[in-house]
Structure formats: C-alpha cells, structure tokens
C-alpha cells in the first residue's frame, strides 16, 4: 500500500522552529519529487517547497525562502521540512506530496497540486504567542 505519513506537527511561538517528517511506505522516495504544501483556514492550498528526485535540488516559495529548508533522508525513506524562524503566517495544516519521477526531474514550489499523485494525510501546525 502506498502511503506518505506526516509527523512533527504542533505549536510553537514565532520564531521558533518545528520539523515535519514525511514518511513512506510502498514507495522510494528518491525517485520521486517531494512537495510540502500548506493550508491555512479559508484560504487555498500552496507550495511551499519541493526536492527533485535523483539529485535532490531544491526550490522555496518565496514566503518561506531563508527559514524553511526541505532535505530527503534515502536511508529512512523519508523527506523533512525544518522551520525557522517561524511567524504566525506559518499556520496551516501541511501537507507533503509525492509524484513519480524515476528520472531526474527538478521540481518547483509553485508546481500545482496535479502534479502530485500522492498526499499524506496533513499534519497542524499552529504559530502563536
């Protein structure tokens, strides 16, 4: 069964930092472009960033370029998105996507939510003092 799995949600206060886990199971993730998108109350689901399979580059929305970075560990299977520096702008539920790219494919953080064929379930995280 294919499934991506988010973890690492929660609360923290602006300017401080959290990491999203996003786990697979029934897929290798390396070949595979990794987006993390987001979703805050009424508002619609965006880009945040993206790794491209193979080589691992990166790309950032500009919202979150300098605080967030997105890194892929081959051995666990899993990607991870560390946030730094975070505001309460950051809150949404955030989601980690996965599109089968067994070649290498760069991605783009402003790629669209149809590129993806795969979606975690969501994990919260809330910005706030």
């Known amino acids: 069964q294919l499934q991506l799995v988010e973890s690492g949600g929660g609360s923290a206060q602006p300017g401080g930092s959290l990491r999203l886990s996003c786990a697979a199971s029934g897929l290798i993730l390396k070949y595979y472009v990794i987006g993390w998108f987001r979703q805050a109350p009424g508002k619609a689901r965006e880009g945040v960033s993206c790794i491209s399979s193979r080589d691992g580059s990166t790309n950032y929305a500009d919202s979150v370029k300098g605080r967030f970075t997105i890194s892929r560990d081959n051995a666990k299977n899993t990607v991870y998105l560390e946030m730094n520096s975070l505001k309460p702008d950051d809150t949404a539920v955030y989601y980690c996507?996965?599109?089968?790219?067994?070649?290498?494919?760069?991605?783009?953080?402003?790629?669209?939510?149809?590129?993806?064929?795969?979606w975690g379930q969501g994990t919260q995280v809330t910005v706030s003092s």
């Open positions: 996507a996965a599109d089968w790219s067994p070649s290498p494919t760069i991605c783009s953080a402003a790629d669209g939510e149809r590129r993806y064929e795969y």
